[in-house]
């Protein structure tokens, strides 16, 4: 898939850092309960790490209770990327920033009492947030 942000494996690690470069470019996730957004409550809207796309607006974000920020829909359906995933012997959902494809979390239908009924669980290394001024 051709995205609009495209740079190489070494201009990304410039850029992102080890960890950031880890979740965002190679799809690892960081350990629960320890990422910066979780209890982030301010209103604002969720962008992408790696290049500023608007992922998220906070009215949509929830504690689901899993230990990573949770959301019950992206700020347009053409944001992400939806990919099936089959890594660790199970079928999940990979959420990828649609303009860089950088790797962001999972979505599963598991957002009970949400509008959507999903729940986009995210890496807080892979968003960044801006506060409404």
Known sequence: MAYNVQKTDDEWRAELGAEQFAVLREAATE??????????????????AACDAELFKSGT???SGCGWPSFY????????T????????????EVRCANCGSHLGHVFPDGFG????DRYCMNSLALDFTAES
């Open 114 to 117: 949400t509008p959507t009924g």
């Open 73 to 80: 829909e992206s700020v347009r359906p053409e944001a992400v």
């Open 61 to 63: 974000k929830f504690d």
């Open 31 to 48: 350990r629960p309960w320890t990422g910066e957004l979780l209890d982030e409550e301010r209103a604002g809207v969720y962008s992408c």
């Open 82 to 93: 939806l990919i099936e995933d089959s890594s660790l012997g199970m079928v999940r959902t």
